[in-house]
């Protein structure tokens, strides 16, 4: 007999229970003496070894309907796992997924939010695509496109092109290798490049962040070429669109900081003609370090001209404390003090007399401890001329108690500063770097003045 169907088993086995009862009925009263025992061999086959009866049943095949393939070979340990998360096997056996956890491993693949195309995965929504030329692409969100393999689109209307790109957020593209973009409209061609911000406009830099507010008004705000260079909006003349056409910001700050400060050696203070020229017209290196054997600090040149153009004005500011015939020395300095001198270079003609295409002699204009000096004076002046009796000072006396200063000229009634109890006493900077010394009171004789140098 052929193998039976679940449903002829099923009926096979309703007969033999209603026979067997109505055997028990039959045979109850001769329970023991005739009956025969059944017997299942190897194969599954079903017999029946006789008792006291001469009846009889015939063999049965018991044997189910085919199942799937088992696990081959010799499995010495194998555990029956109820649960998704079985664990892993050890060494010598093996687990296996009952069948009930089948049907839930069935029912979360059918739930699975994307689904499987040629040339990658879509996920979310039907308007997402992907080039089916390409592998292992990757689209969701809405709108979204993969050409190319290995690519990665995601967010609204964004596209991805070439191989290992990713593109994200509203209505952008990565269009190189390995490029990327994000943001809102950013788009980038360059392999490996990086665009973020919005509505940038396009160039060759491997990074850039977009400035722009729509698809017909594109800038950056600031990018980066292969090379390092930078251009950032509002430097160097970059307006977010001109970068071949700008400088950029390491160019700008080179620039910066040779207007700011630059050297220049103690024996080159004379400067070349071409500089001259330069500095007459530009704001190029207006200050500069003075260096002393290419080693040393030795203060610090301040250099200017004016709307005219007639000279060409330097400040040299040191601690070297020694002029010879209008020539600074660099064989004596001083460590507490500290000097400025002003020469002019004759440009063009002007109000000057000096040679042109020549410098003045250098002039001492300024000394720190000259100031010094000068405080003193006034404070013996003003302790002298207050306090009771007034007094006035003559020529000599002046001299006796500025004895520190040499005084040029002096104005006033008889060429003296008269000074007396109220006088207000004034310094300022005169003409040529010249100090006026002055006292102006309200009694008879006027003001008096003197020039100190």
Known sequence: MGNLTPEEIARNGAINAENIAKLAGEQAKDYGKRHWYPSVDADGNLTWEKSKSDAKPRSVNIRGPQGTSGIMGEVPDLTVVNSLDGGESEPGSVKVLAAEQGKVLKELIDKKPGKIVEGGEIFNHESNTINSGGVNNHAEGQGTKCNGSCNHSEGRNTQTFGVGSHSEGDGTVAGGNASHSEGMGTATAVVAGHVEGKYNAATDSIHIVGGGTSEEDRKNLHEIKSDGSQYMIGVGGYDGTNRDDSKSVQESLAEL?????????????????????????????????????????????????????????????????????????????????????????????????????????????????????????????????????????????????????????????????????????????????????????????????????
């Not at 004016?306 to 060409?312: K, P």
């Not at 020539?327 to 507490?336: F, G, K, P, Y």
């Not at 295409?357 to 000068?374: C, F, N, Q």
Request: zero cysteines.
């Open 257 to 453: 900081e040779g207007n700011i400060i630059n050297k220049l050696p103690f024996n080159e203070l004379d400067l070349t003609e071409e500089l001259i020229a330069k500095l007459m017209f530009s704001m190029s290196k207006t200050r500069f370090i003075v260096t002393y054997d290419d080693v040393y600090n030795a203060g610090v040149l301040e250099v200017f001209s004016d709307s005219s153009a007639h000279v060409l004005t330097q400040v040299f500011t040191t601690q070297f404390d020694s002029l010879d015939d209008g020539v600074i020395l660099d064989n004596s300095h001083r460590d507490d003090a500290f000097f400025q001198y002003t020469r002019f270079y004759a440009f063009s003609a002007g109000s000057h007399d000096q040679t042109l295409k020549t410098w003045s002699p250098w002039k001492l204009v300024y000394s720190s401890e000259d100031i010094e000096s000068i405080k003193e004076s006034i404070k013996k002046l003003e302790e002298g001329g207050i306090g009771g009796k007034a007094k006035s000072f003559s020529r000599v006396d002046l001299e006796k108690n500025l004895s520190s200063i040499t005084i040029y000229e002096a104005e006033g009634p008889e060429s003296s500063l008269r000074l007396e109890e109220g006088a207000n006493i004034k310094i300022k900077k005169g003409t040529n770097g010249a100090v006026k010394i002055s006292a102006d009171y309200s009694s008879s004789g006027g003001d008096g003045i003197i020039i100190i140098q």
